[in-house]
């Protein structure tokens, strides 16, 4: 499916749906933020980062800040933390260089490597975004933690790619129905910024009464 301008998401957006369907929705479709500490440490973090007119050369490897990229296919838009130009006899030309060159995606993260693949589909999704707009193929970028301070070298696989693309299509679905997902507790919970808003706790409640009323009620009627 190609999606039109009007359609289009914000990339970012899908490291929030995988780590919750609802905090994506309650930011993107009903337009609701809380800032915490984590997000905050974030934020100053990106403010060092997110700077388009400066460009580093390191060696002869030059690293454009802030490229603002979209994918029709996946129907996102957004601006990447920084892209590597790696000279390369198999690369791309691209305005402001004179020699081909590998694109390479480095996106910044404040804390840690996680458990599951949210910030994996973030980069997936800037790595499809730069191949769409320049027709090229990115194989792998990496992930930078300013915890650790440490790179983490992600392959850009089938897995990835189809994974991106399926996440992709259920904020899309969501969006365009404007119905924001059932709040579910998870141990995940309590680090989000929005848990005052999204109240998971009165998850709980609702499992009960739905236990009472299938399994108490009905018998007394």
């Known amino acids: 499916m190609i999606y039109e301008d009007e359609d289009m998401l914000m990339l970012s957006g899908i490291q929030h749906y995988m780590f919750c369907p609802r905090q994506w929705a309650l930011i993107h479709v009903e337009q609701q933020w809380n800032e915490n500490r984590l997000t905050t440490e974030g934020n ?22 802030s490229m603002h990229v979209a994918s029709k296919e996946l129907g996102l838009y957004g601006i990447t933390d920084a892209v590597e130009l790696h000279p390369s006899s198999d690369g791309i030309l691209i305005e402001g260089t004179n020699v081909p060159v590998l694109l390479y995606p480095v996106e910044y993260k ?27 193929n990115i194989p792998e970028g990496s992930l930078f933690y300013n915890e ?10 089938e897995h990835l790619r189809t994974l991106t693309q399926r996440l992709a299509g259920e904020m899309h679905k969501i969006f365009s129905e404007g119905i924001t997902p ?6 995940c919970c309590k680090k989000c910024s929005l848990i005052d808003l999204c109240m998971p706790q009165l998850s709980l409640q ?4 739905a236990y009472l009323k299938n399994n108490l009620y009905e018998k007394d009627a």
């Open 44 to 65: 100053i973090l990106h403010q060092n980062v997110d700077n388009p007119f400066y460009r580093q050369n390191n060696n002869g490897v030059a690293t454009l800040r």
């Open 110 to 136: 404040h804390g840690h490597v996680k458990t599951d693949e949210r910030d994996e589909v973030q980069l997936a999704a800037q790595c499809i975004c730069l191949e769409e707009m320049y027709d090229t």
């Open 148 to 157: 650790t301070k440490r790179r983490t070298v992600v392959r850009i696989d």
């Open 182 to 187: 059932l709040a579910e507790l998870k141990s």
């Open 206 to 209: 609702t499992k009960v009464k």
